[in-house]
């Protein structure tokens, strides 16, 4: 199975622009797709963002749309979610997950990363 591996979170001013990336290892990849959700205290589990490990193709949430922006680097085996216009609604602890198809519950993903924190204030 793969593993994955998260840096970026951290803390940043309303406005500002954060970059969260995510490896993924191991004997294979098969996984087709990557995720990103986010979870706020007392809230549930919220989709961001995901791509297609072939295909590229990218769905975003209603919330960060226009905002946030995925890649995917295949040399590397990582994905990058670049955070531009943070606000502090977008404080939460932010996930990545592998698994076989771009979904937006979390369900479907098999393998999830540590996540990492990402605080914005204002």
């Known amino acids: 199975q793969v593993q994955l591996v998260e840096s970026g979170g951290g803390l940043v001013q309303a406005g500002g622009s954060l970059r969260l990336s995510c490896a993924a290892s191991g004997r294979t990849i098969s996984s087709s797709a990557m995720g990103w959700f986010r979870q706020a205290p007392g809230k549930e589990r919220e989709f961001v963002a995901g791509i297609g490990w072939n295909s590229g193709m990218t769905r975003y949430g209603d919330s960060v749309k226009n905002r946030f922006t995925l890649s995917i680097d295949n040399a590397k085996n990582t994905v990058h979610l670049q955070m531009n216009s943070l606000k502090p609604e977008d404080t939460a602890v932010y996930y990545c997950?592998?698994?076989?198809?771009?979904?937006?519950?979390?369900?479907?993903?098999?393998?999830w990363g540590q996540g990492t924190q990402v605080t914005v204030s204002s």
């Open positions: 997950a592998a698994g076989p198809y771009v979904a937006t519950r979390p369900q479907p993903f098999q393998v």
